[in-house]
């Protein structure tokens, strides 16, 4: 595997010229993508999966190595036109199991990776609130299991106060229906130790505060047992050798799977729509330069995106004139999401370019598409969120996870409401079967219509403002990703995605 370093690899770039080719244009780029070839390599990646005894593309691991090195190989036969490096870091890769009984029940608890093992025999303490403040657990916590609702702030942190007031062991339920596992981000924290931790449904939560709040004291079992091990990894980026290299077009999506399964829409299908355009842009010129960032360790918080952002110098995020993020992009009961950019449906507007961005996906969805959309959050729990961080313009697209669709969503997108988005999503059916072809290659083109737009011109976009020092946060994943989705009648719907590894949040609610 080829490892030169990505720092200042593109600073060297001067608009090198390739061969005449035609001016890109949106409708021919859009043309020359297939279904045929979207699913291909849907099961290209399957396979890289299947052939490993985790059958999964988890980052660091044989599937995820596989992965990056086809996307390197197929971009690398373009050598006249893109200019292509791995980028290499080494993150800690978690992974096990939890078991947790309350009652004499088995209560179905799911691991939150980086939680250390432990076998824990205690009666159970509820924490007042949501257990995002120290004052909030009682001096009986002390060498008990602390039970905690979801909520406003990351698992980790639950984890963390709850150590800290000498809890031997923490169980956080749900606040929506279903199981709950994730990540409580790498430690160590400052509030304090991490402590055996594992997630349950909100059912079994309410019913166990319940029990105890009426007077009942109710036993618990929690057995964790975890995997951690350092992994290097890589991110690969790959930018055109031709356009103006001070006014750059970033477009990305994360190349890891969950432990759980293949990862076929999360994120094969992100990866795969860049890597088909990519693939196909080679045949025409433009004005602006573009780079394909296909990231890694995302179902670990971010990690590639982070990693990425911080690696670039001053000068070189101010080049970036906007990151566009491709993440889920053929969900089987798909919604059109577009990030809301203006902050028109969530009141939190990302930074100028973003509205455009936006503006750019809707106009192409009414107009060229030919179809409904809604608007998604911008809740810097997928890979832009680093770019957010530094202040640079960001938009995408996303189609859905865990949540039940709605009827008002049948009404605009068809499909079966009260059934999730991705009924598979963070398990281990999304294979090739779990994809939604029309929306995959719809998405494809609306990212081919995205860079052909702007890698003639970025005229629609408002001046370029100096991007900020990002400001790098180890995010939890169970907040690392839920897009928290909302329609324009205003209804909340989290999107992608409730915990790690199996339902994730970066930053709970």
Avoid at 164 to 178: D, E, L, T, W
Wanted: with cysteine; hydrophobic share 35%.
């Amino acid at each position: 595997m080829k490892t030169t370093l990505y720092a200042g690899a593109f600073a060297a770039f001067s608009g090198v010229a390739v061969a005449q080719l035609p001016l890109v244009q949106s409708n021919q780029l859009r043309r020359v993508l297939t279904r045929s070839a979207l699913i291909a390599d849907a099961k290209t990646l399957e396979g890289f999966a299947y052939a490993t005894p985790e059958r999964n593309r988890a980052f660091g691991g044989t599937g995820h190595n596989a992965t990056v090195n086809w996307i390197y190989n197929r971009i690398a036969e373009l050598s006249d036109y893109y200019t292509v490096e791995f980028q290499p870091f080494v993150e800690q890769y978690s992974d096990g199991s939890a078991k947790f009984v309350a009652g004499g029940k088995d209560q179905g608890a799911e691991l939150f990776t980086y939680a250390p093992s432990g076998s824990v025999t205690q009666d159970i303490v509820p924490v007042a609130n949501l257990g995002c403040n120290a004052t909030d657990y009682p001096p009986t916590v002390s060498g008990k299991i602390a039970l905690v609702s979801r909520g406003s702030c990351e698992f980790g942190l639950k984890s963390s106060l709850s150590g800290a007031a000498g809890a031997v062991g923490a169980v956080i339920y749900n606040n929506i229906a279903g199981p709950l596992g994730g990540t409580l981000g790498a430690g160590p924290r400052p509030e304090g130790p991490y402590i055996p931790t594992a997630g349950i449904s909100q059912e079994n939560g309410q019913a166990l505060v319940s029990s105890i709040t009426g007077g009942a004291t109710v036993n618990g079992v929690l057995d964790v047992n975890s995997i951690l091990e350092n992994r290097t990894t890589y991110n690969v980026i790959a930018q055109t050798k031709a356009g103006d290299q001070n006014n750059v077009l970033v477009v990305g999506g994360h190349t890891d799977s969950v432990a759980a399964g293949p990862g076929i829409n999360d994120n094969g299908s992100g990866t795969i729509g860049l890597l088909n355009v990519a693939v196909n842009l080679a045949k025409f010129g433009v004005n602006n330069a573009i780079r394909f960032t296909w990231f890694s360790a995302e179902e670990f918080g971010l990690l590639g995106a982070e990693f990425y952002v911080a690696s670039l110098s001053q000068e070189e995020r101010n080049k970036i004139r906007l990151y566009l993020n491709f993440d889920m992009i053929a969900s089987p009961n798909y919604i059109y999401g577009i990030y809301d950019g203006d902050g028109s449906t969530f009141n939190e507007t990302g930074p100028a370019g973003s509205a455009e961005a936006e503006k750019l996906f809707q106009d192409y969805f009414a107009i060229e598409a030919r179809q409904n959309y809604t608007a998604t959050d911008f809740s810097g729990r997928s890979d832009y969120g680093p770019f957010l961080d530094a202040g640079i313009a960001s938009g995408g697209l996303f189609t859905g996870a865990e949540e039940n669709k709605t009827a008002e969503d049948v009404a605009k997108f068809g499909g079966v409401a009260g059934v999730a988005y991705d009924e598979n999503y963070h398990e281990a059916g999304d294979d090739v079967s779990n994809l939604n072809v029309g929306a995959f290659i719809e998405n494809t083109k609306a990212i081919a219509h995205s860079i052909a737009t702007y890698g003639r011109s970025f005229a629609s976009l408002p001046p370029k403002t100096p991007a900020t020092p990002p400001r790098i946060k180890r995010r939890d994943l169970n907040q690392a990703r839920r897009h928290a989705l909302r329609h324009a009648h205003g209804g909340k719907l989290p999107g992608k995605h409730a915990a790690c590894g199996e339902r994730k949040e970066l930053v709970t609610e």
